[in-house]
């Protein structure tokens, strides 16, 4: 008897875990391709029993970071839930290096925006200015209000770009 491969993906896709382990446990009496599609099945929820357990641990991983807990401690928190050592650490590294180029690309975009603004305002004071001296005289605007906002963005986004290379320590210890 014949029984195709897509046929037995759905009767497997229905079966508790349960009852896929004790199919393989009798595997010797299953056909070859039921035995290959039986461990396809197996394999695709380790996964995804893997996968849930994964996104678990970033969850956390991007939670505790996020409130400034040091890396090593949200290791030993991954840890005592469960996951091995190897895994916390590869997750809470990849959390924090994550947030660090977070923070550097929201620092360089608040550079760039001072700039901007600093840029806009002279440009209006250096055309104004021009405009005024062609009449022979008169009045012009100078944006000193645009210019010196820019240059507080600018002076906040170098800021946050030096603290975001030293604030996220890789071992999560801060100072040292």
């Known amino acids: 008897m014949h029984v195709d491969q897509e046929a037995l993906r759905r009767r497997y896709a229905i079966l508790s875990t349960e009852e896929l382990v004790r199919l393989a446990s009798e595997a010797d009496q299953l056909t070859a391709e039921a035995r290959r599609t039986l461990e396809e099945e197996l394999s695709r929820r380790r996964h995804d029993r893997y996968q849930d357990a994964d996104d678990q641990a970033y969850d956390l991983a991007i939670h505790e970071i996020g409130r400034g807990v ?44 001072g700039i901007a603004w600093f840029a806009g305002g002279g440009a209006v004071t250096a055309i104004s200015y021009q405009g005024a001296l062609n009449r022979g005289g008169g009045y012009y605007v100078a944006a000193w209000g645009a210019m010196l906002y820019g240059v507080i963005q600018l002076i906040r986004g170098l800021n946050r770009l030096l603290s975001s290379n030293t604030s996220l320590q890789p071992t999560g210890d801060a100072g040292g």
């Open 70 to 113: 040091p890396v090593s401690d949200v290791e030993r928190r991954l840890t005592g839930r469960g996951i091995d050592a190897v895994t916390a650490a590869r997750v809470a590294q990849s959390v924090q290096e994550e947030r660090r180029a977070a923070e550097r690309r929201a620092a360089k975009n608040t550079v760039a925006f």
